[in-house]
């Protein structure tokens, strides 16, 4: 069964370093979305990606965060310099175009020291 | 605002007992509902869904949900769980704009004892 993939399961930085997280959706899916959660709270959107460009990005997303979808499988989101108050659980998740399921990866734990 | 309401944040019951996970929406999201559950140190799994049509949906694991709109609420249930359904539950909803995102509730934390 096709699944979301995200690496690396956990990263650990140091506070003002540039981080990125990858995500390999599921081959066919057209539409791409990271969320994040922070422990103990809820899951919170970040950002969905359509066609190559951005679609709705959530007031979290400031412009130290950056996606890009660089070959036909990977999509990764950036934070530029990260911050302790970025740690959290990054979800990438996918949907094809005829669907209402996302389906989501692992996560990736980032760890900001 | 869109939001997703989970009223209890935590749920602890014994094996073999019903349970009742709550969740309420607001009207300004869309009525695509959903309800994700997230075992420890795993992702999030889709369990079931409200698209449309029947407002009472399964899951294949036993747990079921229904949509009712004048309550705006779509509350899971189980009528006996077990040891093994122990994990938080998010109920999330698409929001009222057409790109997919999900909006999320606190989640509930199902805590199954012996």
């Known amino acids: 069964e096709p699944e979301v993939t995200q690496t690396p399961s956990h990263q650990v930085t140091q506070m003002g370093q540039e981080v990125i997280l990858r995500c390999v959706p599921i081959?066919?899916?057209?539409?791409f979305y990271w969320y994040r959660q922070i422990l103990g709270q809820k899951v919170e959107f970040l950002v969905s990606?359509?066609?190559?460009?951005?679609?709705?990005k959530s007031e979290i997303f400031d412009d130290q965060f950056s996606v890009e979808r660089p070959d036909g499988s990977n999509f990764t989101l950036k934070i530029r310099s990260t911050k302790l108050e970025d740690s959290a659980m990054y979800f990438c998740?996918?949907?094809?175009?005829?669907?209402?399921?996302?389906?989501f990866g692992p996560g990736t734990r980032l760890t900001v020291l | 605002a869109q939001s997703v309401t989970q009223l209890d944040s935590q749920v602890p019951v014994f094996e073999e007992a019903p349970v009742e996970l709550r969740c309420n929406y607001s009207?300004?999201?869309?009525?695509?509902l959903f309800w994700y559950v997230q075992y420890p140190n795993q992702g999030l799994q889709l369990l079931l869904k409200?698209?449309?049509?029947?407002?009472l949906v399964e899951s294949i694991n036993g747990f079921e949900a229904e949509f009712n709109k004048s309550q705006t609420s779509f509350h899971l249930r189980k009528p006996s769980v077990h040891i093994s359904d122990t994990a938080e539950y998010f109920c999330?909803?698409?929001?009222?704009?057409?790109?997919?995102?999900?909006?999320f509730g606190q989640g509930t934390t199902l805590q199954v004892k012996p």
């Open positions: 998740a996918s949907r094809d175009s005829g669907g209402n399921e996302q389906f």
């Open positions: 081959s066919n899916h057209l539409y």
């Open positions: 990606f359509y066609n190559n460009e951005i679609s709705e």
């Open positions: 009207s300004s999201v869309s009525v695509y």
């Open positions: 409200y698209l449309s049509g029947s407002t």
């Open positions: 999330a909803a698409y929001g009222s704009s057409n790109t997919g995102k999900l909006i």
